[in-house]
């Protein structure tokens, strides 16, 4: 049984079940304790490659039917997208929605101040790149590069530039949910701050 299936389980031990039954257990738990909508929640947080509605209802032991209307309600709220396969919808979550969760735990382990700071650190890195390689970005470091081999230093040296400029992305993405946040943009209230700082995109 796949994890996916108990996002939520807490796994118990019986004196001696054996670990199907114990799974069936934890998923039996699972559903008891949830509605569909949250089941269906839960897989779709989980879900980043297209799947249809009966696959998403199937792992949150829920009908296709009822699957189908709460990746609706998720596709309108924006935490999921779909696409056509055929006549097939396919559904899975949202680069929205996940580089908002993103944001959101970061904020929650940093402070605004701590933030801003590592994204100059980040525009500071990626500069030295490219004024080192002559280049704009990482895809063009590998082009002019030729780097086909991940394990060797220029490899190794793409893939620390494609994390950091995906790291910086997202602490952009935190900084603007943190000072609207502050300023009372997310809520609706104003504040006397001008809303200055620099989370503009590096990429």
Known sequence: MSEELRPSGRLRSDGGTGGRDVNDSVVDEWVEETTPFERVYDVVRRTYDPQSAEAVGDRARVSPTTARKHLRTLEDAGEVTAS??????????????????????????????EIASGIADMKATIRDWRDEYDVESPEEFARTMDVDDADDDRGALLTE???????????????????????????????????NGDTSAVV
């Open 84 to 113: 056509q396969d055929g006549q097939t919808t396919l559904y899975r979550r949202s680069e929205t929605a996940v580089v908002t969760e993103h944001a959101k735990a970061l904020l929650a382990e940093r402070t605004t101040e």
């Open 161 to 195: 530039w494609q994390t950091t400029r995906r790291n910086l992305a997202l602490a952009q993405a935190a900084l603007a949910i943190g000072e609207a946040s502050r300023s009372g943009l997310l809520t609706g209230t104003d504040s006397d701050e001008d809303g």
